[in-house]
DNA sequence: TAGATTGTTAATCGATTAACAATC
DNA sequence: TAGATTGTTAATCGATTAACAATC
């Protein structure tokens, strides 16, 4: 079952649902959770959540409101993550680093998180061979030859501006479909490609528009 | 000069235009721009880059387009980082230590980057002492009296889920007006107290939605 | 002047909210 | 049954685009 045209303003949304239902899961023995909790927890309208939901299915019970663990598997089915993915990484800088080892550590405690890390690559001569929680740092020239062999379908991107957007073309010539970019620039990719930008500089000056003094 | 209330929509595409103008003025030697090209660069349609200027003054000419340097100029005062801003860094493990390093780096190497890292925070006591780039790691307890000590408006929040909220009250109790959080947990703060949501996971989750198995 | 591009208004588009019938 | 909450439609709100007069 694949839906057509979800906005993407929906799309942000699921998995802060998503969030929110795994931390009920795992704190309290809640098992039924109204559009106007979930909302309250996820900071959303009780009617928005009801329309966001409603784009994929009923969910719910009226009167009643939606069972926890059958909303939360649905969730994860709706953004494809009943099933494993798996991700490279291209710039194991410190940052690049940084969120190898976290995301490695959770999908060890929880295999079920299904997002996972399994490829580093590097133009540091320096840092090839070596590891980072048991994977291998690999030269960039097998880059598109182990995206292919590994069946590898997202990519962070942690290398320098200057050199991201050669980068994401060989992703995409590899067959990357979807990319998170950490490099301070705007990405060019097929429409096919998706492109989530994390450019934290740009987040950190627009808080600071905030900040006027009194 | 002070503005009403201009979109987040609108502040959001700010730094994204500032960063396209940095770009340039570090690379060629252009010296004027229509909101066609900054549009491209910035993948922006003109008309709305023209329309989210004009919401702060008039700072092109008809026929010419924008001086490159002066709408440049213009922008870091609107987003006010004309002047110094000092943050705090909460919680110093691999994230919250690349994170530092790259922005003291960045400082170091243009000053008139104007967001500095200051302080670090951990709750740690064998980190307690130890320095990232020449700033020491400090305790928990000492947050408060270093905010307000230092004039600390901005903090980076690194820690565990766990611990998010906690330190994000005393961050608004010492007075911090923005918070960049990291952890996968949404904080509840004043409405005069701005928060930007980095978690890295929501984004990843978010393009798993687009991986759609042919 | 002629050509180009801004600043701005009106039109369109899309997203959110309000309201309520359906129903558990 | 009575009370509660969903799913959905209509109303509202806000953001983007189209268009063009102003003007450099």
Chains 1, 2 share one sequence.
Do not use: C
Not at 106 to 123: G, K, M, Q, W
């Amino acid at each position: 079952m694949r839906w057509k045209k979800i906005s993407d303003a929906v799309v942000r949304r699921l998995p802060l649902y998503l969030r929110v239902l795994d931390d009920l899961a795992h704190k309290e023995k809640v098992k039924l959770i109204s559009s106007q909790e979930l909302g309250e927890l996820a900071g959303v309208s009780p009617a928005l959540v009801r329309k966001d939901l409603a784009w994929f299915g009923e969910f719910g019970k009226q009167g009643v409101g939606y069972e926890l663990e059958y909303l939360r598997h649905e969730l994860r089915r709706i953004l494809n993550l009943d099933v494993n993915h798996r991700v490279a990484l291209i710039g194991v800088g410190s940052l690049g680093g940084a969120l190898t080892r976290y995301n490695i550590r959770r999908y060890r405690e929880n295999p079920d998180f299904n997002l996972h890390i399994v490829a580093l690559f590097d133009s540091d001569a320096e840092l090839i061979g070596s590891e980072v929680e048991d994977v291998q740092i690999q030269p960039l020239d097998v880059l598109e030859q182990t995206v292919e062999d590994m069946g590898i379908e997202m990519a962070i991107i942690t290398v320098p501006a200057s050199d991201a957007q050669t980068v994401a073309q060989r992703l995409v010539n590899a067959g990357v479909k979807a990319i998170l970019n950490f490099a301070p620039i705007t990405l060019h990719v097929p429409d096919d490609v998706q492109v989530a930008s994390a450019d934290l500089t740009l987040e950190l000056q627009r808080l600071a528009y905030y900040l006027v003094e009194e």
